[in-house]
């Protein structure tokens, strides 16, 4: 797992894409030629590898490529590769991979964030083509296919139809690019890929890797804080502290998940092989495994239960649509007893978010199945890690089911760890969901959740001093990703819902810094320390 130092965390991305291959020998990106044809060569002449007795490149192949551009269109390319014979090593434009025959070869990819890039067989996308994709998916939430046809229709208009920008493209382009910077930045290394298999799974590794970075603290805005969201204050001594808030909230996103539940209920984690899969590859046996609900009879090949009368009418009913609806309701109610668990897909639940008060999202989580306390808890638990980052932890949490929270947090903690946690976080529920669904009958709620329960919540002028519809202004953005993200695997969707929030935490961020709201990263000093709170 990836180091946690916040400062790594929230290494801030540059708009800067500039290449730096400082190694000997390198003379930076061939420039493009401003002919009909340009021409995509490696940055180097030499070999990188100076063990290497004779480091002059050789064997010189070519092969037709297009250029995406952002200002020229789609361009017709030569990519050109060159060779060491002394250590087995081909450099293409953007990569290097010695012994590329071996299964186990690895593209390693130049220091920095290239001007052009490859982004699936034959096809090379500038990264300020991609910068304008990121733009698009971030503020208009085009999908992949729509973004090309954009860029066809307005950007390449004079471009030939072999020439076509696609959505696959687009798509691969958008994930090479931000694991290229991301890396670049991030983790300050070279970017390694296999170079066997498939364009589709070639990512697959490295969007893991950056996807554990970023679960709980790895937002680069993480330990964000910023007048909007921040109260300093002195207490009657005149000692200071501050106050932050945060809201969490789950808005309705959702990938296909393995459709395994153990015997307690509790749903399978495992990302599947297949988006168009029922199980994992661990539970791949269920598939041959009778649908309806308890049975563990296999199931007859070219059906979907066992021959149990009851089970497939079941069956029997779906594959029946267009016959008379007395009869489907006559079938549905003999099997009425039964429910089928494996007809379709099983999809993942919902999102959690975690948004400052100022709008910033600090950290995503996936719930597998119904938005449980006990998710919800752990996710907190994760965003805010008490061992490690004690002065971490908000003031105040909204959270609109917070009662139950509350109830959850004294009713089943046995070792004492979650009392200790939640113990200096205030647990109020947002204005509008308390006087909408919470009963005044319900004394813990009225006791422990009630805004008003709160004196530092209200300004002396007697407004909110926190801004607790955050949450629910970043779910009118997020969820218009729905049916971009609905088929994604886990990997991606992960990935394509961090990356968006990065880049949108940086709009917001340039929004509070033009008010003079003073956005700013909490110095690891604060984040390591337990504060003092009067």
């Known amino acids: 797992m990836e180091s946690t130092s916040p400062a790594l965390h929230r290494s801030r991305y540059s708009s800067q894409y500039v290449l730096h291959i400082v190694q000997e020998g390198t003379s930076g990106f061939s420039p493009l030629h401003p002919g009909l044809t340009e021409e995509l060569a490696p940055p180097t002449t030499l070999c990188l590898n100076r063990t290497c007795k004779d480091r002059r490149l050789v064997d010189r192949r070519t092969y037709p490529s297009t250029l995406f551009t952002l200002r020229r269109g789609a361009l017709s390319a030569t990519a050109v590769s060159l060779y060491c014979k002394g250590c087995n090593t081909r450099y293409h434009h953007d990569f290097f991979v010695r012994a590329a025959s071996d299964p186990d070869a690895q593209r ?23 910068v304008f994709f990121e733009n698009m998916y971030m503020f208009s939430h085009a999908s992949s296919e729509g973004i090309a046809r954009i860029y066809n229709r307005s950007l390449a208009v004079d471009s030939e139809e072999s020439r076509r920008l696609t959505g696959e493209v687009v798509l691969n382009a958008f994930l090479m690019h931000s694991l290229l910077r991301f890396w670049a930045q991030v983790f300050k290394d070279a970017l390694l890929l296999p170079h066997a298999g498939t364009n589709d799974r070639r990512l697959d590794e490295a969007l893991e890797r950056r996807n554990i970075f970023m679960a709980g603290t790895g937002q680069a805005q993480w330990a964000h804080a910023c007048k909007a ?14 106050q932050t808030a945060c809201v969490i909230d789950g808005v309705t996103l959702q990938h ?83 429910l089928s668990t494996g007809f379709t897909r099983t999809w993942t639940h919902n999102e959690q978010l975690a948004v400052r008060c100022c709008g910033v999202i600090i950290s995503r989580a996936t719930m597998f199945q119904a938005e449980a306390i006990t998710g919800v808890r752990d996710f ?8 490690e980052f004690p002065g971490s932890r908000p003031s105040f949490l909204f959270y609109d089911d917070n009662c139950a929270l509350h109830k959850h947090i004294y009713a089943q903690d046995p070792t004492g ?20 669904k ?14 008003a329960s709160f004196p530092d919540l209200m300004n002396p002028n007697g407004t909110w001093a926190f801004n607790s519809s955050a949450a629910e202004q970043a779910n009118s953005w997020i969820k218009k990703y729905k049916q971009i993200v ?31 709201l003073l956005p700013h990263i909490v110095p690891d000093e604060v984040l390591t320390s337990v504060e003092y709170l009067p």
């Open 108 to 130: 390693v990819y130049y220091p920095g964030i290239p001007t052009v890039f490859g982004a699936g067989d034959h096809f090379f996308v500038e990264s300020a083509l991609c």
């Open 229 to 242: 969201c921040t109260l300093f204050k002195r207490d009657a001594e005149g000692r200071a502290y501050r």
């Open 256 to 338: 296909p998940c393995c459709s395994f539940k153990s015997a307690d209920g509790k749903p399978c984690l495992r990302s599947l092989a297949r988006t168009m899969d029922r199980y994992c590859p661990v539970h791949h046996g269920e598939n041959f495994i009778c649908v309806a609900a308890g049975c563990r009879q296999i199931r007859p090949p070219g059906f979907e239960t066992c021959p149990l009368a009851a089970h497939r009418a079941l069956e029997t009913g779906r594959k029946s649509r267009g016959k008379s609806m007395n009869k489907l309701k006559e079938r549905l109610h003999t099997a009425s007893k039964f």
């Open 380 to 387: 907190l638990m994760a965003t805010f890690p008490e061992q």
């Open 417 to 436: 760890r979650i009392r200790r946690f939640f113990a200096r976080i205030g647990l109020p529920v947002d204005v509008f969901h308390f006087e909408s």
């Open 438 to 451: 919470h009963k005044e009958a319900d004394l813990v709620c009225q006791t422990h959740c009630n805004p």
């Open 486 to 516: 609905r088929e994604m695997n886990a990997l991606r969707y992960d990935f394509f819902l961090d990356e968006m929030i990065a880049l949108r935490n940086e709009f917001i961020v340039e929004g509070l810094q033009a008010k003079d």
